[in-house]
């Protein structure tokens, strides 16, 4: 399987827009926790959203584009579930 540069992009935007809008949430600012940090929380969630999309058989049927609003919830939820295990991780130590 080969990635290419298209699929990167696609990723950088979906991260971008779930880190954004977790970080707005979890800070309860418009900046969030800045631009390249919403964009690895994103990147994160994203990997997290869709592993626990796919191992939970959740398809929101919302279609097959290139950037579906279904790659965005879940990179969203996987964003939320990455933020709230690190903030448990630092409290824990």
Do not use: C, H, P, Y
């Not at 309860?28 to 592993?51: C, D, H, M, P, Y």
């Not at 058989?57 to 990179?75: H, Q």
């Not at 939320?80 to 630092?90: A, C, N, S």
């Amino acid at each position: 399987m080969s990635i290419s540069l298209q699929q990167i992009i696609v990723w950088l935007v979906i991260g971008a827009i779930a880190g954004s809008l977790a970080g707005m949430i979890v800070k309860r600012s418009k900046q969030g926790f800045g631009r390249f940090t919403n964009l690895g929380i994103g990147l994160v969630g994203a990997v997290v959203g869709g592993f626990l999309f796919w191992l939970l058989g959740i398809d929101l049927g919302l279609g097959n584009i290139s950037v579906s609003l279904e790659d965005i919830v879940a990179a969203f939820a996987g964003s939320i579930v990455f933020l709230v295990l690190l903030r448990w991780v630092r409290k824990s130590r």
